[in-house]
Protein backbone atom coordinates (compact mmCIF):
# COMPACT_ATOMS: atom_id res chain seq x y z
CA UNK A 1 0.00 0.00 0.00
CA UNK A 2 1.62 3.33 -0.96
CA UNK A 3 2.33 6.39 1.67
CA UNK A 4 -0.86 7.86 2.33
CA UNK A 5 -1.61 11.41 2.07
CA UNK A 6 -1.97 13.22 5.66
CA UNK A 7 -3.82 15.98 4.56
CA UNK A 8 -6.46 13.35 2.35
CA UNK A 9 -7.05 11.44 5.75
CA UNK A 10 -7.79 14.89 7.24
CA UNK A 11 -10.15 16.08 5.03
CA UNK A 12 -11.93 12.31 4.88
CA UNK A 13 -12.15 12.59 8.86
CA UNK A 14 -13.88 15.97 9.14
CA UNK A 15 -16.27 15.06 6.06
CA UNK A 16 -17.45 11.29 7.67
CA UNK A 17 -18.37 13.45 10.67
CA UNK A 18 -20.14 15.66 9.37
CA UNK A 19 -22.35 12.89 7.51
CA UNK A 20 -22.68 11.62 11.37
CA UNK A 21 -23.38 15.31 12.45
CA UNK A 22 -25.48 16.16 9.32
CA UNK A 23 -28.10 12.81 10.03
CA UNK A 24 -28.57 13.78 13.67
CA UNK A 25 -29.74 17.56 13.53
CA UNK A 26 -33.31 16.79 14.30
CA UNK A 27 -35.25 19.42 14.29
CA UNK A 28 -32.45 21.92 13.16
CA UNK A 29 -32.22 19.59 9.90
CA UNK A 30 -32.38 21.30 7.04
CA UNK A 31 -31.84 24.86 8.16
CA UNK A 32 -28.44 26.66 7.39
CA UNK A 33 -26.28 24.91 9.45
CA UNK A 34 -27.57 21.27 7.78
CA UNK A 35 -27.57 22.68 4.58
CA UNK A 36 -23.79 23.86 5.04
CA UNK A 37 -22.99 20.26 5.90
CA UNK A 38 -24.90 18.70 2.97
CA UNK A 39 -23.42 21.46 0.37
CA UNK A 40 -19.99 19.62 0.75
CA UNK A 41 -19.59 16.27 2.81
CA UNK A 42 -20.32 13.77 0.00
CA UNK A 43 -18.97 16.10 -3.22
CA UNK A 44 -15.44 16.04 -1.54
CA UNK A 45 -15.41 12.07 -1.58
CA UNK A 46 -16.03 12.30 -4.85
CA UNK A 47 -13.53 15.17 -5.76
CA UNK A 48 -10.92 12.78 -3.08
CA UNK A 49 -11.34 9.92 -5.14
CA UNK A 50 -10.81 11.83 -9.01
CA UNK A 51 -7.57 13.29 -6.87
CA UNK A 52 -6.42 10.26 -6.35
CA UNK A 53 -7.16 8.40 -9.28
CA UNK A 54 -4.66 6.37 -11.61
CA UNK A 55 -5.79 4.78 -14.66
CA UNK A 56 -7.24 0.95 -14.63
CA UNK A 57 -8.21 -1.75 -17.44
CA UNK A 58 -11.76 -2.32 -16.87
CA UNK A 59 -11.02 -5.08 -15.27
CA UNK A 60 -8.91 -3.80 -12.07
CA UNK A 61 -11.50 -1.15 -11.78
CA UNK A 62 -14.34 -3.38 -11.63
CA UNK A 63 -12.58 -5.66 -9.31
CA UNK A 64 -11.25 -2.75 -7.29
CA UNK A 65 -14.78 -1.82 -7.01
CA UNK A 66 -16.42 -4.87 -5.93
CA UNK A 67 -13.71 -5.81 -2.81
CA UNK A 68 -13.68 -2.23 -1.45
CA UNK A 69 -17.19 -0.76 -2.23
CA UNK A 70 -19.56 -3.60 -2.69
CA UNK A 71 -18.32 -5.90 -0.18
CA UNK A 72 -18.45 -3.87 2.88
CA UNK A 73 -22.65 -2.81 1.05
CA UNK A 74 -22.86 -6.48 1.11
CA UNK A 75 -21.37 -7.02 4.75
CA UNK A 76 -23.37 -4.10 6.53
CA UNK A 77 -26.45 -4.94 4.81
CA UNK A 78 -26.62 -8.56 6.06
CA UNK A 79 -26.02 -7.44 9.58
CA UNK A 80 -29.09 -4.33 9.02
CA UNK A 81 -31.48 -7.50 8.16
CA UNK A 82 -30.27 -9.72 11.02
CA UNK A 83 -31.05 -7.09 13.60
CA UNK A 84 -34.50 -6.07 11.83
CA UNK A 85 -35.53 -9.90 11.92
CA UNK A 86 -34.31 -9.95 15.72
CA UNK A 87 -36.55 -6.92 16.04
CA UNK A 88 -39.69 -8.35 14.69
CA UNK A 89 -39.15 -11.86 16.86
CA UNK A 90 -38.18 -9.97 20.18
CA UNK A 91 -39.75 -6.11 20.15
CA UNK A 92 -37.27 -4.00 22.31
CA UNK A 93 -36.68 -0.35 22.54
CA UNK A 94 -32.79 -0.76 21.84
CA UNK A 95 -33.55 -2.32 18.46
CA UNK A 96 -35.85 -0.98 15.64
CA UNK A 97 -37.46 -3.67 13.27
CA UNK A 98 -35.93 -1.22 10.26
CA UNK A 99 -37.64 -3.98 7.65
CA UNK A 100 -40.94 -5.04 8.00
CA UNK A 101 -40.12 -8.54 6.27
CA UNK A 102 -37.23 -10.12 4.84
CA UNK A 103 -38.65 -9.21 1.15
CA UNK A 104 -38.58 -5.91 2.10
CA UNK A 105 -35.41 -5.81 3.44
CA UNK A 106 -33.64 -7.78 -0.04
CA UNK A 107 -35.59 -5.88 -2.02
CA UNK A 108 -34.20 -2.27 0.10
CA UNK A 109 -30.54 -3.73 -0.26
CA UNK A 110 -30.77 -5.02 -3.83
CA UNK A 111 -31.77 -1.30 -5.40
CA UNK A 112 -29.77 0.81 -2.80
CA UNK A 113 -31.65 4.11 -2.26
CA UNK A 114 -30.33 6.67 -0.17
CA UNK A 115 -34.01 8.49 0.04
CA UNK A 116 -37.32 7.84 -0.96
CA UNK A 117 -38.06 6.30 -4.04
CA UNK A 118 -39.91 7.61 -7.06
CA UNK A 119 -40.10 6.67 -10.62
CA UNK A 120 -43.25 7.06 -13.32
CA UNK A 121 -43.35 3.23 -12.25
CA UNK A 122 -44.71 3.68 -9.02
CA UNK A 123 -42.38 1.03 -7.54
CA UNK A 124 -42.00 0.86 -3.95
CA UNK A 125 -38.92 0.31 -2.42
CA UNK A 126 -37.82 1.16 1.25
CA UNK A 127 -34.62 2.92 1.31
CA UNK A 128 -31.66 1.61 3.00
CA UNK A 129 -29.92 4.86 3.73
CA UNK A 130 -26.50 6.20 3.69
CA UNK A 131 -24.21 3.69 1.99
CA UNK A 132 -26.45 4.10 -1.24
CA UNK A 133 -22.75 6.57 -1.34
CA UNK A 134 -21.06 2.77 -1.74
CA UNK A 135 -22.97 1.66 -4.56
CA UNK A 136 -22.97 5.19 -6.37
CA UNK A 137 -19.56 5.27 -5.98
CA UNK A 138 -18.89 1.81 -7.55
CA UNK A 139 -20.91 3.00 -10.27
CA UNK A 140 -19.25 6.53 -10.76
CA UNK A 141 -16.04 5.09 -10.63
CA UNK A 142 -16.59 2.48 -13.47
CA UNK A 143 -18.01 5.47 -15.51
CA UNK A 144 -15.26 7.73 -14.95
CA UNK A 145 -12.52 5.46 -15.56
CA UNK A 146 -14.07 4.36 -19.02
CA UNK A 147 -14.12 8.01 -20.17
CA UNK A 148 -10.99 8.34 -18.75
CA UNK A 149 -9.80 5.23 -21.04
CA UNK A 150 -11.49 5.90 -24.39
CA UNK A 151 -10.48 9.69 -24.42
CA UNK A 152 -6.66 8.98 -23.98
CA UNK A 153 -6.71 7.16 -27.72
CA UNK A 154 -6.41 11.38 -28.22
CA UNK A 155 -3.14 11.78 -28.36
CA UNK A 156 -3.19 15.52 -27.99
CA UNK A 157 -3.55 16.79 -24.33
CA UNK A 158 -6.21 19.58 -25.72
CA UNK A 159 -8.47 17.07 -27.54
CA UNK A 160 -8.19 14.63 -24.16
CA UNK A 161 -9.11 18.00 -22.21
CA UNK A 162 -12.16 19.01 -24.62
CA UNK A 163 -13.34 15.55 -25.11
CA UNK A 164 -13.61 14.73 -21.06
CA UNK A 165 -14.58 17.93 -19.95
CA UNK A 166 -17.87 17.33 -22.92
CA UNK A 167 -18.87 13.83 -21.97
CA UNK A 168 -18.68 15.04 -18.01
CA UNK A 169 -20.51 17.86 -18.89
CA UNK A 170 -23.17 15.72 -20.84
CA UNK A 171 -23.41 13.13 -18.01
CA UNK A 172 -23.67 15.54 -15.22
CA UNK A 173 -26.42 17.22 -16.63
CA UNK A 174 -28.05 13.85 -17.11
CA UNK A 175 -27.58 12.89 -13.91
CA UNK A 176 -29.82 16.46 -12.60
CA UNK A 177 -32.56 15.89 -14.70
CA UNK A 178 -33.07 11.87 -14.07
CA UNK A 179 -33.27 13.42 -10.31
CA UNK A 180 -36.46 14.87 -11.78
CA UNK A 181 -37.81 11.91 -13.39
CA UNK A 182 -36.89 8.85 -11.05
CA UNK A 183 -34.33 7.53 -8.24
CA UNK A 184 -32.88 4.69 -10.31
CA UNK A 185 -31.07 1.77 -8.62
CA UNK A 186 -28.17 1.98 -6.97
CA UNK A 187 -28.07 5.88 -6.94
CA UNK A 188 -27.55 6.12 -10.69
CA UNK A 189 -28.48 9.39 -10.88
CA UNK A 190 -26.30 10.55 -8.43
CA UNK A 191 -23.16 8.80 -10.35
CA UNK A 192 -23.85 10.37 -13.21
CA UNK A 193 -23.55 14.12 -11.41
CA UNK A 194 -20.75 12.92 -9.40
CA UNK A 195 -18.60 12.40 -12.70
CA UNK A 196 -17.86 16.45 -12.23
CA UNK A 197 -16.72 15.91 -9.00
CA UNK A 198 -14.57 13.34 -9.89
CA UNK A 199 -13.48 15.47 -13.05
CA UNK A 200 -12.67 18.39 -10.85
CA UNK A 201 -10.42 16.31 -8.02
CA UNK A 202 -8.39 15.58 -10.99
CA UNK A 203 -7.82 18.58 -12.28
CA UNK A 204 -6.76 19.51 -9.26
CA UNK A 205 -4.14 16.67 -8.86
CA UNK A 206 -3.09 17.55 -12.65
CA UNK A 207 -2.54 21.28 -12.38
CA UNK A 208 -1.06 21.08 -8.76
CA UNK A 209 -3.66 23.43 -8.58
CA UNK A 210 -3.48 23.78 -4.60
CA UNK A 211 -0.13 24.71 -4.36
CA UNK A 212 -0.50 27.48 -7.28
CA UNK A 213 -3.51 28.83 -5.80
CA UNK A 214 -3.68 32.50 -4.31
CA UNK A 215 -5.24 32.34 -0.59
CA UNK A 216 -7.40 34.96 -2.35
CA UNK A 217 -9.16 32.66 -4.19
CA UNK A 218 -10.85 30.85 -0.69
CA UNK A 219 -12.34 34.02 -0.08
CA UNK A 220 -14.45 33.42 -3.29
CA UNK A 221 -14.65 29.95 -2.55
CA UNK A 222 -16.28 30.73 0.74
CA UNK A 223 -18.52 32.87 -0.73
CA UNK A 224 -19.90 30.63 -3.31
CA UNK A 225 -20.12 27.51 -0.28
CA UNK A 226 -22.30 30.09 1.80
CA UNK A 227 -24.28 31.00 -1.29
CA UNK A 228 -25.16 27.24 -1.81
CA UNK A 229 -26.12 26.67 2.05
CA UNK A 230 -28.57 29.76 1.76
CA UNK A 231 -30.18 28.65 -1.39
CA UNK A 232 -31.36 25.04 0.32
CA UNK A 233 -30.44 21.54 0.98
CA UNK A 234 -28.60 20.06 -1.64
CA UNK A 235 -29.82 15.82 -1.22
CA UNK A 236 -26.86 14.27 -3.87
CA UNK A 237 -28.70 11.00 -3.59
CA UNK A 238 -31.11 12.32 -6.10
CA UNK A 239 -29.95 14.82 -7.04
CA UNK A 240 -31.94 17.51 -6.14
CA UNK A 241 -31.61 21.34 -4.59
CA UNK A 242 -33.37 24.23 -4.98
CA UNK A 243 -30.47 25.22 -8.05
CA UNK A 244 -28.88 22.74 -8.65
CA UNK A 245 -26.23 24.68 -10.35
CA UNK A 246 -25.32 26.67 -7.63
CA UNK A 247 -25.22 23.21 -5.06
CA UNK A 248 -22.60 21.83 -8.13
CA UNK A 249 -20.42 25.09 -7.80
CA UNK A 250 -20.71 25.11 -3.55
CA UNK A 251 -19.92 21.90 -3.46
CA UNK A 252 -17.06 22.01 -5.47
CA UNK A 253 -16.30 25.31 -3.12
CA UNK A 254 -17.04 23.75 -0.18
CA UNK A 255 -14.90 21.16 -0.68
CA UNK A 256 -11.28 23.09 -1.61
CA UNK A 257 -12.21 25.26 1.61
CA UNK A 258 -12.18 21.95 3.72
CA UNK A 259 -9.00 20.59 1.47
CA UNK A 260 -7.06 23.64 2.63
CA UNK A 261 -7.85 23.32 6.33
CA UNK A 262 -7.04 19.95 5.90
CA UNK A 263 -3.55 20.85 4.22
CA UNK A 264 -3.44 23.38 7.16
CA UNK A 265 -3.98 21.02 10.43
CA UNK A 266 -1.90 18.44 8.77
CA UNK A 267 1.42 20.69 9.85
CA UNK A 268 0.54 19.81 13.70
CA UNK A 269 0.25 16.32 13.32
CA UNK A 270 1.08 16.04 16.71
CA UNK A 271 -1.97 18.17 17.88
CA UNK A 272 -4.50 14.92 19.19
CA UNK A 273 -7.37 16.31 17.45
CA UNK A 274 -5.63 16.19 14.34
CA UNK A 275 -4.94 12.27 15.14
CA UNK A 276 -8.15 11.75 16.10
CA UNK A 277 -9.30 13.12 12.38
CA UNK A 278 -6.38 11.69 10.55
CA UNK A 279 -8.17 8.05 12.37
CA UNK A 280 -11.73 8.85 11.29
CA UNK A 281 -10.87 9.44 7.95
CA UNK A 282 -8.76 6.26 7.77
CA UNK A 283 -11.39 4.19 8.99
CA UNK A 284 -14.33 6.47 7.40
CA UNK A 285 -15.43 3.23 5.75
CA UNK A 286 -16.05 1.51 9.05
CA UNK A 287 -17.68 5.05 10.41
CA UNK A 288 -20.31 5.27 6.90
CA UNK A 289 -20.84 1.56 7.77
CA UNK A 290 -21.96 1.49 11.30
CA UNK A 291 -23.41 5.24 11.27
CA UNK A 292 -25.80 3.58 8.78
CA UNK A 293 -26.43 0.55 11.77
CA UNK A 294 -26.58 3.01 14.26
CA UNK A 295 -29.17 4.93 12.02
CA UNK A 296 -31.55 1.87 10.84
CA UNK A 297 -31.68 -0.20 13.33
CA UNK A 298 -30.39 0.53 16.69
CA UNK A 299 -33.25 2.82 18.90
CA UNK A 300 -31.01 4.45 21.24
CA UNK A 301 -30.87 7.64 19.86
CA UNK A 302 -34.39 7.67 19.44
CA UNK A 303 -35.04 6.53 23.04
CA UNK A 304 -32.76 9.53 24.13
CA UNK A 305 -34.56 11.94 22.28
CA UNK A 306 -37.92 10.96 23.09
CA UNK A 307 -37.03 10.51 26.72
CA UNK A 308 -35.10 13.94 27.06
CA UNK A 309 -36.69 16.84 25.09
CA UNK A 310 -39.04 17.48 27.36
CA UNK A 311 -36.97 18.13 30.02
CA UNK A 312 -33.52 19.64 28.06
CA UNK A 313 -35.35 21.03 25.01
CA UNK A 314 -34.88 20.56 21.27
CA UNK A 315 -31.29 21.84 21.28
CA UNK A 316 -29.59 20.17 23.63
CA UNK A 317 -30.89 17.10 23.05
CA UNK A 318 -29.94 17.38 19.49
CA UNK A 319 -26.30 17.93 20.86
CA UNK A 320 -26.73 14.65 22.93
CA UNK A 321 -27.92 12.85 20.15
CA UNK A 322 -24.89 13.71 17.99
CA UNK A 323 -22.19 12.75 20.87
CA UNK A 324 -24.09 9.43 21.04
CA UNK A 325 -23.28 8.64 17.75
CA UNK A 326 -20.00 10.02 16.92
CA UNK A 327 -19.56 7.51 20.53
CA UNK A 328 -21.20 4.86 18.89
CA UNK A 329 -18.81 4.97 15.53
CA UNK A 330 -15.76 5.51 17.33
CA UNK A 331 -16.27 2.32 19.62
CA UNK A 332 -16.77 0.52 16.05
CA UNK A 333 -14.08 2.30 14.79
CA UNK A 334 -11.46 1.51 17.42
CA UNK A 335 -13.03 -2.11 17.93
CA UNK A 336 -13.30 -3.71 13.98
CA UNK A 337 -9.98 -3.41 12.69
CA UNK A 338 -8.88 -5.77 15.84
CA UNK A 339 -11.97 -8.38 14.73
CA UNK A 340 -10.74 -11.30 12.43
CA UNK A 341 -12.81 -12.26 9.75
CA UNK A 342 -15.35 -9.18 10.28
CA UNK A 343 -12.55 -6.80 9.94
CA UNK A 344 -11.90 -8.02 6.31
CA UNK A 345 -15.80 -7.41 5.31
CA UNK A 346 -15.33 -3.55 6.41
CA UNK A 347 -11.86 -2.56 5.97
CA UNK A 348 -11.15 -5.40 2.61
CA UNK A 349 -8.57 -3.35 1.48
CA UNK A 350 -5.99 -4.18 4.13
CA UNK A 351 -7.45 -7.16 5.85
CA UNK A 352 -9.16 -9.40 3.26
CA UNK A 353 -6.20 -10.74 2.18
CA UNK A 354 -4.49 -11.05 5.02
CA UNK A 355 -4.48 -14.05 7.37
CA UNK A 356 -5.68 -13.47 11.13
Same mark, same amino acid.
Given at each position: MGKRIEWIDIAKGIAILAVVIGHTLGPY??????????????PIFFMLSGYLYHPRSAQQECQRGVINLLLPYLATAVVLLILSAMARVLPNPLLNAYFSSWRRGLLAVAYGAGSEVFN????????????????????????????????ARCHQRLCQAVSRGVIFAVFTIL??????????????????LAQLFLYAGYLVKQTDLLSRMPPAWYLLFTFMWL????QGY????????????????????????????????????????????????QLSLVVLCFHLI???????????? &??? @??? =???? $??? %??? !? &??? @??? =???? $??? %??? !??????????????????
Open positions: NGQFFGSLIFAFHMPWHWQVQPIGAVWFLLSMFIAMQLFNGVMLLTGGWLGQVAYLPWAFNAALISAFFALTVPTSPNLLISVMGGVAGSLCIIQISDWLSHYPNIQPVKWLKRYGDLDVIGIEGWLT &SNL @IGH =VGPL $MVT %IIG !I &SYR @ISF =VTIA $MLA %IPH !IPGIRACFLPRQYLFRRA
